[in-house]
C-alpha cells in the first residue's frame, strides 16, 4: 500500500466522512455528507455516487449534490456509458484535467448545464467491494495549470474503500427487492430462498433430483435448512399429494428407535400394548426425511440398509415382511466419512445413502441471500404478531453483513423475531439485533486520544477494518491487501480492540 502522505485537511475530510457513515440513518443521508465534506474541506464540488446493478447492467444515481438540487434529476447510464459507464466496465478511474475536452463527459445529470467546463476538472474512481465494482464516485473542482491528479485519484479511492462496504449491501437490498417482486415470493416457509450462486446450485440439484426416486444425503451445518430443502424435493416430486414425514433420530432414544421407524407388533416389548405402525409405513408412497441420520446406532443401521436395498421390512416383534415404496431423504450434520473411517457408521449404508448427495452451504458463505432471509422473516412475524414492521435500517444491515452467523439460518430467524417483538416504529434498528451483532463504534474505541492521532487511528482503523471483511477475518490475507505484514496487522487489531473473528468465512 502506497505511503500515507495525505494532508491535514485531507486526513481531517477522511474522519469526518468516518464519522457521517458511523452514525445512525439512511444510507443516502450519509452519502450526501459524505460529499459535502469532500465539497466543503476539499473543493471537490458536484459530486455523485452511483451503483451498479448487476441485474439489470445498469448503472443508478444514488445520491448527488450540486449548485442547484431541485435541478437534478435522477441518472441511469449503461455499461460502458460516459466516464461513469467507462469507469464502472473497466474498474479504473478517469481524471480529466479540463472538461470540455473530454467527449466522453455526458453531462446528464445537469449539474454543469450552465458552467464553463473549460474551468472545471473532472475525477470519476470506481468503488470496489473485493475485487468487484459496484459503483462509482465522481466529483469535479477547479482547473489549474498543474494537469496531475494522481493525488485527488488516491484520496478518493481512500473514500470509496470507506463506503463500499455500504454500497454493496445497498445494491444487494435492491437486486433481492426486485428478485422479490418478480418471482412472487410468499411466506412460506417451507421454500428455499436464496439468490447466491451456492443457492442457485442447490436449487438446480433439487430440480435434477425431485423426479427421481433416488436417495438423497443433505449435509451441512446445524440450522441451515436441510429440512426445507427436504421439503422442497417433496414438494417438487410427483409424491408431493402423499405424506411428508420427519424424523429426528438424535431425538429418539436408542432402545425405541426401532419402532418408531419400522413400528412394532403387540407384546413385542413391555409397554407395547398394541400394534403400532412405524414412520416409513406412514409415509406411504410420499417421503420420509431421517434427520440427523449419522445418529442411527448400529442395529437400526442394518435395518435401514435391508429397506434401502430390498424396499422391505419387519415390525418389531413380527414375522410378517413389509413392503415400502416411501422416498428416503436423509440429512446430517455430522462427516459420514470420517465416521466410516472411526466405525462407528457403516461404509454400505453411506454408500446407498451418498447416491446423491447436496451440500447445503452454511449462511456466511450466501452473501446477498442474508438480507433477503431477513426480509422474508421480517414479513413473516410481523403478520405472526399483528405489528406493522416493514422495514430494515442501514445500520442494521451492516451488522447482518458484517456478522459470522454461527446459528446459520436459524439464528438469523431468532435474530429477526426478537428485532420484530422489539420493534415500535415499525422498523428495526440496530439495537434491537441481539448484542453479538453490535459493533463497537470508532469514536468510542479512539476516545481521549490527541486530535491528530485520533483523526489518523480512525482512518486507520476504518482501512483494517475492511481488509478483515475482505479476507473473512483472515489477517494474513488482510495484511497482503494492505501491503503489510502479518504481525503489524496483528498488532493493529489488539490496538484498537478489533474483533476480527466477526469476519471469519469460516
Not at 455516487?49 to 442547484?68: A, C, Y
Not at 474503500?161 to 422479490?180: D, F, G, K, P, Y
Not at 432414544?253 to 403400532?276: D, Y
Amino acid at each position: 500500500m502506497p505511503k500515507q502522505d495525505f494532508t491535514y485537511s485531507q486526513l481531517q475530510a477522511l474522519h469526518e466522512i468516518s464519522v457521517a457513515l458511523a452514525k445512525p440513518g439512511e444510507l443516502e443521508d450519509s452519502l450526501k455528507a459524505t460529499l459535502y465534506i469532500l465539497s466543503d474541506r476539499l473543493g471537490m464540488k458536484r459530486g455523485m455516487i452511483s451503483i451498479l446493478h448487476r441485474d439489470l447492467q445498469e448503472i443508478h444515481t444514488l445520491v448527488q449534490v450540486g449548485m442547484d438540487n431541485s435541478d437534478i434529476n435522477p441518472v441511469t447510464y449503461k455499461m460502458g456509458e460516459g466516464i461513469t459507464g467507462r469507469v464502472v466496465e473497466t474498474g479504473r478511474p478517469i481524471a480529466v484535467p479540463q472538461l470540455d475536452k473530454e467527449p466522453l463527459f455526458l453531462n446528464r445529470s445537469g449539474l454543469r448545464r450552465n458552467l464553463n467546463r473549460t474551468d472545471l476538472a473532472f475525477l470519476c474512481v470506481p468503488i470496489k467491494y473485493g475485487d468487484e465494482v459496484v459503483g462509482a464516485i465522481s466529483v469535479d473542482r477547479a482547473a489549474q495549470e498543474d494537469t496531475d491528479l494522481s493525488e485527488e485519484v488516491r484520496l478518493l479511492e481512500n473514500v470509496t474503500n470507506l463506503i463500499a462496504t455500504r454500497v454493496q449491501n445497498r445494491r444487494v437490498v435492491e437486486e433481492n427487492r426486485r428478485l422479490r417482486d418478480s418471482s412472487s415470493l410468499s411466506n412460506i416457509r417451507g421454500q428455499v430462498l436464496g439468490s447466491s450462486p451456492v443457492m442457485r446450485q442447490v436449487r438446480l440439484l433439487i430440480a435434477q433430483v425431485a423426479d427421481s426416486k433416488t436417495t438423497v444425503l443433505l449435509t451441512g451445518e446445524t440450522g441451515t435448512g436441510k429440512g426445507l430443502v427436504a421439503n422442497a424435493i417433496h414438494l417438487s416430486s410427483p409424491r408431493k399429494d402423499y405424506p411428508f414425514i420427519k424424523v429426528n433420530c438424535g431425538a429418539i432414544p436408542e432402545s425405541l428407535i426401532e419402532s418408531e421407524l419400522f413400528g412394532h407388533e403387540k407384546g413385542a416389548f413391555t409397554g407395547a400394548t398394541q400394534q403400532r405402525a412405524g414412520r416409513f409405513e406412514a409415509a406411504g408412497a410420499g417421503t420420509i426425511l431421517l434427520d440427523e441420520v449419522g445418529e442411527l446406532p448400529a442395529q437400526a443401521q442394518v435395518k435401514l440398509l435391508r429397506v434401502l436395498q430390498e424396499r422391505e421390512f419387519e415390525r418389531v416383534g413380527g414375522s410378517k415382511t413389509i413392503k415400502t415404496n416411501a422416498r428416503v431423504i436423509t440429512a446430517t450434520n455430522r462427516d459420514l466419512e470420517a465416521e466410516v473411517a472411526a466405525g462407528r457408521f457403516r461404509a454400505d449404508l453411506f454408500y446407498r445413502l451418498n447416491v446423491f448427495p447436496i451440500h447445503i452451504p452454511p449462511l456466511r458463505e450466501r452473501g446477498a441471500d442474508i438480507l433477503m432471509l431477513a426480509d422474508h422473516f421480517t414479513k413473516i412475524y410481523s403478520k405472526e404478531m399483528g405489528k406493522d414492521v416493514s422495514r430494515i435500517d442501514t445500520p442494521s444491515i451492516d451488522m447482518m453483513m458484517a456478522y459470522h452467523w454461527p446459528g446459520n439460518v436459524r439464528e438469523l430467524e431468532n435474530a429477526v423475531e426478537r428485532a420484530v417483538l422489539l420493534a415500535t416504529d415499525g422498523v428495526i434498528h440496530s439495537h434491537l439485533l441481539p448484542p453479538s451483532l453490535q459493533i463497537k463504534s470508532v469514536e468510542a474505541r479512539t476516545k481521549g486520544r490527541g486530535k491528530l492521532e485520533q483523526l489518523l487511528a480512525a482512518y486507520e482503523m476504518e482501512l483494517i477494518v475492511d481488509a478483515l471483511k475482505d479476507a473473512g477475518g483472515n489477517q494474513s490475507r488482510a495484511a497482503q491487501l494492505l501491503g503489510t505484514s502479518k504481525r503489524v496487522i496483528q498488532y493493529k487489531v489488539a490496538k484498537y480492540e478489533i474483533d476480527f473473528r466477526k469476519f471469519r468465512s469460516r
